[in-house]
């Protein structure tokens, strides 16, 4: 996790990625991102608000989302990637 501080981008793409960073899976895809961000993080757990708007036709529509954060112990001279997550929009 990041550690106090510690800077963090979050990703959100179109299309689930494929690539690999070293010991690391890039899910997120780079030619479809769509959305980044960067956050100073004050504590180890990483957030970030999306607002979502209130549209029947974003029903259904899927992401993926990722981050990467500086962890000095990481391999990958510093740098760590969070497991990716897949989202849908709706009611479930």
Do not use: E, H, K, W
Request: proline share 12%; glycine share 6%.
């Amino acid at each position: 996790p990041p550690t106090a501080a510690s800077p963090v981008f979050f990703f959100l793409s179109l299309t689930q990625g494929t690539a690999s960073i070293g010991p690391c899976a890039l899910v997120v895809d780079p030619a479809t991102l769509f959305f980044t961000a960067y956050r100073l993080q004050i504590n180890s757990l990483a957030s970030l608000a999306l607002p979502i708007p209130p549209s029947t036709n974003l029903f259904g529509a899927r992401f993926f989302t990722q981050c990467m954060f500086v962890n000095p112990p990481s391999n990958l001279n510093g740098i760590a990637l969070s497991a990716g997550v897949p989202i849908t929009i709706g009611d479930f």
